[in-house]
């Protein structure tokens, strides 16, 4: 079945780097884009941004322009973000998402836990 | 603030219908169609319609939805205590060229 899978829980000082992967299995990993989006405590869901994974296009959320980066390997069927200069509101789970036509996702990531704390 | 407007909850008594909102522009719900998450307490995320009313296979039909100019909306009928979630709603936006998600409404079954 489609899934995607994504790495564990982290807990980073605020500066520092964190990396998220997210393994997709199920279906042809260049044929859909992935996206991400990461959810604060309690609050909304937030779009940072994704990548074609195709032709590795990539789009940001203004928001996070130059502190995010979405890579992708295709041997592996895994896409990465990175997040730089971690800040105390960056605590959130952040999801990888499949999507499927513009602004439908399925299936979601667990989901990865990142907390930031000194 | 999100760009699609949500209500942010909604109650209802068990075997009720209850409705939610999503309120945008004609840059996103006005051009593209919406689809709706089911978010139950601890989990991701978990398509419940695309395509302003397809269900995916396994969602009840209990689950509906609709759209109409630049709104849409979600109606959950004959409700059970287990359909207790926070709901989103999405589209696509010409002006962010990425998607927006409404703010959530949490369902309450009384």
């Known amino acids: 079945q489609v899934q995607l899978l994504q790495s564990g829980a982290e807990v980073k000082k605020p500066g520092a780097s964190v990396k998220v992967s997210c393994k997709a299995s199920?279906?042809?990993?260049?044929?859909?884009?992935i996206h991400w989006v990461r959810q604060a405590p309690g609050q909304g869901l937030e779009w940072m941004g994704w990548?074609?994974?195709?032709?590795?296009?990539?789009k940001y959320s203004q928001k996070f322009q130059g502190r995010v980066t979405i890579t992708r390997d295709t041997s592996a069927t895994t896409v990465y973000m990175e997040l730089n200069r971690l800040r105390y509101e960056d605590t959130a789970v952040y999801y990888c998402?499949?999507?499927?036509?513009?602004?439908?996702?399925?299936?979601w990531g667990q989901g990865t836990l990142v907390t930031v704390s000194s | 603030q999100s760009v699609l407007t949500q209500p942010p909850s909604t109650s209802g008594t068990p075997g009720q219908r209850v409705t939610i909102s999503c309120s945008g522009s004609?840059?996103?719900?006005?051009?593209?169609?919406v689809s709706w998450y089911q978010q139950l307490p601890g989990t991701a995320p978990k398509l419940l319609i695309y395509?302003?009313?397809q269900r995916p296979s396994g969602v009840p039909d209990r689950m509906s939805g609709s759209r109409s100019g630049t709104s849409a909306s979600l109606a959950i009928s004959g409700l059970r205590s287990d359909d207790e979630a926070d709901y989103y709603c999405?589209?696509?936006?010409?002006?962010?060229?990425?998607?927006?998600f409404g703010g959530g409404t949490k369902v309450t079954v009384l």
């Open positions: 998402a499949r999507q499927v036509e513009p602004g439908w996702f399925d299936p």
């Open positions: 199920g279906y042809t990993f260049t044929s859909f884009a």
């Open positions: 990548i074609n994974t195709f032709n590795v296009n990539r």
């Open positions: 004609t840059s996103n719900i006005g051009r593209y169609t």
């Open positions: 395509s302003n009313n």
């Open positions: 999405a589209t696509w936006d010409d002006t962010l060229n990425g998607p927006v």
